[in-house]
């Protein structure tokens, strides 16, 4: 299976494609390039909808990766991680994968939180946005304690029994309430046991912290977005409402065509997933694509060249990133380090060091309820 190393800051993506031996040599140059970026606490097994549906699979090259700290990807658990890394990682895979301007497609929350500052750090690659299950600038107050106290109880559990009542739980806020048959909800439950056991809480705290440490976009900041953008949310949602939705709606006020906005009745969380709205995910998806394709060969669009080398894209980013945080030394930072990224304050920095030292204390050690075989027990 295809990997891409950033050996910069020792993380190993792993990638998939539906193209011929999953080799981006092989990518049609006459169909539209789409980036997926999957579900929360999920991995790219899980974008079988859009892989296996044919409006999409036939009509474009599709590309997705397995996020930090999911599926198998490898990479270390930086106090430093945030939102804005998050962001250059897109800018990185996109540049070292050779992708042609692409589209975007973001499921949830730090997804859309990632792509809408990619956007931000790197216009001009993207050639649209498509965001599904819209989260708000910060979380509910019942939500952010919920997310903190499942956390905990996931990540230090000391029996089977603990860690499947966090893991139900966390698949309420994930999914909605009986929107997963029972074959996807076990095949998630049992890649969580895998993926993220107490052996390996630094690993889920490394996803986690992205929530709990984003801070809301500026004004000014979305109005730096121009991409044509295409929201799509549940009137079912209880984390990701339709307020949440249309107050995104309106900030991003300078998109092209106008920020579009589609409700799906009945539809909860994690849109792309559940069989009663992946459908509808992928028809808007695969209708929105071809118009901004359409558009763009009436208006004889070019996007603007690449720079031939990593560093002086990623350079570009850092350039954009300074004059946001009003800092100089920030065009200083090392570009080819995604982590140069961070904005956190370093008192910030420091304390998430700490938090991420009493989550690897007796990390090893911890309860696992994998057997022998590597399978769930149960």
């Not at 981006?24 to 549906?53: C, E, S």
């Not at 250059?88 to 500052?117: D, T, W």
């Not at 029994?161 to 996807?184: D, H, R, S």
Request: hydrophobic fraction near 40%; charge should be neutral.
């Amino acid at each position: 299976m295809p990997f891409l190393d950033l050996p910069k800051d020792k993380i190993s993506i792993w990638y998939t494609t539906n193209l011929r031996n999953d080799s981006i040599a092989n990518l049609d140059r006459n169909k539209p390039t789409l980036l997926i970026l999957h579900g929360m606490f999920l991995n790219t097994r899980f974008l079988a909808p859009q892989f296996n549906d044919p409006r999409l699979s036939d009509n474009f090259n599709l590309i997705a990766y397995d996020a930090m700290s999911c599926g198998k990807t490898k990479n270390p658990v930086s106090p430093q991680n945030d939102l804005w890394c998050q962001a250059a990682l897109i800018a990185q895979v996109s540049f070292e994968l050779k992708l042609p301007p692409f589209h975007l497609m973001a499921n949830g929350m730090n997804p859309v939180a990632a792509a809408l500052r990619f956007n931000i750090l790197f216009p001009g690659r993207c050639l649209s946005l498509s965001l599904n299950s819209i989260p708000g600038p910060l979380d509910i107050d019942w939500c952010a304690k919920a997310y903190t106290d499942l956390l905990q109880m996931w990540s230090f559990a000391p029996n089977l029994e603990q860690i499947e009542e966090a893991c139900m739980e966390v698949a309420f806020f994930l999914f909605g309430e009986n929107v997963l048959t029972k074959e996807q909800t076990d095949e998630v439950i049992g890649m969580w046991m895998q993926a993220w056991p107490p052996g390996r809480r630094s690993h889920l705290l490394d996803i986690a912290a992205l929530i709990s440490g984003r801070v809301p976009l500026t004004q000014a900041e979305y109005d730096r977005i121009t991409v044509p953008t295409f929201l799509v949310t549940g009137d079912s949602s209880v984390v990701h409402t339709i307020q949440m939705a249309e107050q995104l709606q309106e900030s991003l006020r300078n998109t092209r065509g106008g920020c579009k906005l589609q409700v799906i009745r009945g539809g909860q969380e994690c849109l792309h997933l559940p069989q009663s709205s992946a459908g509808f995910v992928n028809r808007f998806l695969w209708q929105f694509v071809n118009s901004i394709e359409k558009d763009n060969q009436e208006a004889n669009f070019v996007a603007p060249p690449l720079p031939k080398k990593l560093s002086d894209y990623m350079k570009g980013g850092l350039d954009v990133l300074a004059e946001l945080m009003d800092d100089q030394k920030v065009k200083k930072r090392e570009a080819k380090s995604i982590f140069s990224f961070c904005r956190a304050p370093a008192e910030g920095v420091k304390g998430m060091e700490a938090f991420i030292g009493q989550f690897k204390n007796g990390e090893k050690q911890a309860f696992s309820p994998l057997g022998k075989d590597g399978q769930p027990l149960r």
